[in-house]
């Protein structure tokens, strides 16, 4: 069974609209973070969380805001979505500390139409 | 801050030759090493681990290398086959913060 569920896989989304890409972990970890991919950027480091708390922000637009409504969940709400905006976004956990292992959720795949 | 950069963006080998993949970093209190797979269309999975102390890893036909010196870290392939086929990539743990610093992955690709 996965351990990081990101809702939904796929996702097609109009220019100008808003989504909410939803991730919940079930690992007991107290750091979740959110990652893209895309063909521009093989791997980027978006935010990360812990404790429910902002750790580090590495996302210049604040179209992007991680939402945190319980300690194994964070949601990414992205406004005014952009085609640029098209990527799979990763959701990602680990137990805070410097030699523990990170785990990927399967990622959500958002085109922007 | 630390910078990670890792060569080469895409690799090509026939299938039984050997890959590498290298990354180097910058800050000397690095502290954790990893590195990661992708297989096409799935997420990343931890591939190993590798502790500051340690400079040799090894698992199933892959050896990671660990040159504190240098600031480098390697992952060799030995005898390459098509289920090696992914990209790779290496991340570095710093020890001030925790905060894992990715290199930009390499595509490898295994040719029959």
């Known amino acids: 069974d996965p351990k990081i569920i990101q809702k939904p896989k796929y996702l097609v989304a109009v220019t100008g609209s808003e989504k909410i890409l939803i991730c919940e972990q079930y690992l007991g970890h107290n750091a979740m973070y959110w990652y893209r991919q895309s063909a521009k950027k093989p791997l980027e480091f978006m935010f990360s969380?812990?404790?429910?708390?902002?750790?580090d922000n590495q996302t210049a637009s604040s179209r992007f805001q991680p939402q945190s409504s319980k300690k194994n969940h964070l949601d990414l709400q992205i406004t005014a979505l952009k085609p640029d905006d098209s990527a799979t976004y990763f959701c990602a956990s680990s137990q805070e500390g410097a030699n523990t292992e990170v785990f990927f959720g399967k990622g959500t795949r958002l085109t922007v139409v | 801050g630390e910078q990670v950069e890792q060569r080469p963006p895409h690799l090509s080998v026939r299938e039984g030759d050997s890959a590498v993949i290298t990354c180097t970093y910058t800050?000397?209190?690095?502290?954790?090493f990893f590195w990661y797979k992708q297989e096409p269309g799935a997420s990343l999975q931890l591939l190993m681990k590798v502790f500051s102390s340690t400079e040799i890893n090894e698992g199933q036909g892959f050896t990671v290398l660990l040159n504190k010196k240098d600031k480098r870290l390697s992952l060799n392939l030995t005898a390459a086959h098509p289920g090696d086929s992914a990209a790779y990539f290496c991340?570095?743990?710093?020890?001030?913060?925790?905060?894992?610093?990715w290199g930009s992955g390499t595509k490898l690709i295994i040719k029959p």
């Open positions: 969380y812990s404790y429910q708390k902002l750790m």
């Open positions: 991340a570095v743990s710093v020890r001030s913060n925790y905060q894992l610093i």
């Open positions: 800050d000397p209190n690095s502290y954790y």
